[in-house]
């Protein structure tokens, strides 16, 4: 019996059903033929050119990603833009968004296993996590934790008063959840932060990058469609951060520092 996108597409939405969700996001089938058969699929952070054309490369006929392809209210599809290039590829295009965000086994929940934490629990805006490490730690060794965790190659980061045991955290771009999470946890930990949203807090604040936060679902999602579809080739896209990090050469490392 052929595999067709329809069926993968069922099986991503039981995972992660799309009322989870934000109202503004865009997720489920964005490009291409719910009927397609489907023998190669490309998991990624991020529907890229560069990602598309590795998914081209491989024969897929579909790509599912956590970002989407179509978003912010696009009005035109011209040579160049990713949604074009998949559909002249003849590739469909699934995103799982805020929906695996909030999911079980979603976005939030890898983030909390690579960071090791222990208990986790889904915080009451049904998006982010919190969870106990397997021991406590100053604060500075605990930006330097996550950073090493997350093979970030930098974080930013707010010292707390005291030693970080609880985590909450969110992946992406979290501040919309900060400021009740903070009341309970030693730390809050988040992919990016605006200059006037860093808290004054005495909880620990790291931001250790969007893309260091949420790459870790591709080859997790992967994983769990390799085991739903055995008959399928399932590949997980080689991809890095959109920008470099560059640190001044004897630059203090010190947190809060007056100018």
């Not at 190659?153 to 985590?167: I, S, T």
């Not at 399928?232 to 890095?240: C, D, F, M, P, Y």
């Amino acid at each position: 019996m052929q595999i067709t996108v329809r069926d993968i597409l069922v099986w991503l939405e039981q995972a992660a059903p799309p009322a989870l969700a934000e109202e503004w996001d865009n997720v489920g089938l964005l490009v291409g033929d719910p009927d397609e058969p489907v023998g190669r699929v490309l998991v990624s952070l991020d529907p890229s050119p560069a990602v598309i054309a590795q998914a081209a490369g491989m024969g897929a006929q579909l790509l599912v990603s956590h970002h989407p392809v179509i978003f912010g209210g696009r009005k035109r599809l011209l040579a160049g833009d990713p949604a074009y290039e998949l559909a002249r590829a003849g590739l469909s295009a699934i995103a799982m968004h805020t929906n695996l965000d909030a999911a079980a086994g979603g976005v939030n929940d890898v983030l909390a296993a690579r960071l090791g934490l222990e208990g986790v629990r889904t915080a009451p805006d049904g998006i982010s996590r919190v969870g106990r490490l397997p021991a406590p730690f100053p604060p500075a060794a605990f930006a330097a934790y996550a950073m090493d965790r997350l093979e970030a190659p930098a974080v930013q980061w707010k010292a707390g008063d005291r030693p970080v045991e609880m985590v909450a955290l969110c992946s992406g771009a979290g501040e919309d959840f900060m400021a009740p999470l903070l009341e309970g946890a030693d730390a809050f930990l988040t992919g990016e932060l605006k200059y006037h949203d860093w808290p004054d807090t005495a909880a620990t604040v790291v931001a250790a990058g969007h893309f260091h936060t949420e790459v870790w679902i591709a080859e997790a999602l992967a994983a769990r469609l390799r085991e739903a579809f055995p008959a399928l080739q399932v590949e997980t896209a080689k991809e890095r951060c959109p920008y470099g990090v560059m640190v001044r050469r004897g630059q203090p490392a010190e947190n809060g520092k007056d100018r």
